[in-house]
């Protein structure tokens, strides 16, 4: 199991009021927006204390990535789960150690996917409704919109996760710019918004820490997604003994 995909699910998950002497310890004590640093593998050489304070790396990678400059990585990132994002045909399969892959559904082979770590599919901002309704039934682990990370966030873009929010149930993921505000990051959560995924630099690291800072401030609106019902129509039973009479009426009229 994915440690990344935990890290959702618990995060969203917030723990019921205790009752008697013992507290569940299997969830948050409040609901959190996850944030993912996504780093080039050239920024992640210089950027420790952003993958420390993350709770989640993201490494873009358009070149091989070397057993050594791995080992080294996940050394830095400590806690936090490292998965890759390889940019065309930079490598065959996903090196041992990484905890997940994130990947386009436009380009990707089904040969390619990888077993034993955590799956992230990427989708445009543009996915039409009808190939939304069949995310939930896909072996993915959370899904992430792409988007323009350097743009400010509008309604259309609260919009378009808002749909798409409705029609899953797995953990949903946003590319947004480093500077966004808490008040942005609510309107997110309140939207189907679950975790952050923000392109960072070695120059930008200081503007990740404080947005790691804001959002820990923030009180969230508990949701679990994974537990949206359908729609139950109240189905009336009427007892066989009346059938059976209305029967013996209708004879005895004839």
């Given at each position: 199991m994915s440690r990344f995909a935990d890290k959702l699910k618990n995060a969203l998950q917030v723990a019921p009021p205790s009752m008697g002497f013992f507290r569940s310890t299997s969830s948050a004590d409040k609901p959190r927006m996850l944030l993912v640093a996504r780093l080039t593998l050239e920024d992640a050489e210089n950027a420790s204390d952003v993958m420390k304070s993350a709770d989640a790396v993201l490494l873009t990678c358009h070149k091989y990535l070397p057993a050594k400059t791995l080992k080294m990585l996940l050394k830095t990132a400590g806690d936090a789960p490292l998965g890759v994002w390889f940019i065309g045909k930079a490598q065959s399969?996903?090196?041992?150690?990484?905890?997940?892959?994130?990947f386009a559904a436009e380009n990707t082979l089904l040969s390619r996917s990888s077993t034993g770590i955590g799956k992230v599919l990427v989708l445009p901002s543009d996915l039409p409704d009808s190939f939304a309704r069949a995310l939930n039934d896909l072996p993915m682990d959370s899904i992430l919109v792409d988007a323009d990370t350097t743009a400010a966030l509008t309604w259309m873009d609260l919009m378009r996760w808002s749909r798409l929010g409705d029609f899953i149930t797995k953990p949903l993921l946003a590319h947004v710019p480093?500077?966004?505000?808490?008040?942005?990051?609510?309107?997110?959560?309140?939207?189907?918004?679950?975790?952050?995924?923000?392109?960072?630099?070695?120059?930008?690291?200081?503007?990740?820490?404080k947005l790691r800072a804001v959002a820990d401030e923030l009180k969230l609106a508990p949701k679990r997604k994974w537990m949206k019902t359908s729609a139950i129509v109240p189905v009336v039973k009427q007892d066989a003994a009346a059938f059976a009479s209305d029967d013996d009426d209708a004879d005895d009229d004839d």
């Amino acid at each position: 199991m994915s440690r990344f995909a935990d890290k959702l699910k618990n995060a969203l998950q917030v723990a019921p009021p205790s009752m008697g002497f013992f507290r569940s310890t299997s969830s948050a004590d409040k609901p959190r927006m996850l944030l993912v640093a996504r780093l080039t593998l050239e920024d992640a050489e210089n950027a420790s204390d952003v993958m420390k304070s993350a709770d989640a790396v993201l490494l873009t990678c358009h070149k091989y990535l070397p057993a050594k400059t791995l080992k080294m990585l996940l050394k830095t990132a400590g806690d936090a789960p490292l998965g890759v994002w390889f940019i065309g045909k930079a490598q065959s399969k996903v090196p041992e150690g990484v905890d997940f892959e994130a990947f386009a559904a436009e380009n990707t082979l089904l040969s390619r996917s990888s077993t034993g770590i955590g799956k992230v599919l990427v989708l445009p901002s543009d996915l039409p409704d009808s190939f939304a309704r069949a995310l939930n039934d896909l072996p993915m682990d959370s899904i992430l919109v792409d988007a323009d990370t350097t743009a400010a966030l509008t309604w259309m873009d609260l919009m378009r996760w808002s749909r798409l929010g409705d029609f899953i149930t797995k953990p949903l993921l946003a590319h947004v710019p480093v500077d966004i505000s808490g008040n942005e990051i609510t309107m997110l959560w309140d939207g189907g918004v679950d975790a952050l995924v923000v392109s960072v630099s070695a120059e930008s690291g200081e503007s990740f820490n404080k947005l790691r800072a804001v959002a820990d401030e923030l009180k969230l609106a508990p949701k679990r997604k994974w537990m949206k019902t359908s729609a139950i129509v109240p189905v009336v039973k009427q007892d066989a003994a009346a059938f059976a009479s209305d029967d013996d009426d209708a004879d005895d009229d004839d």
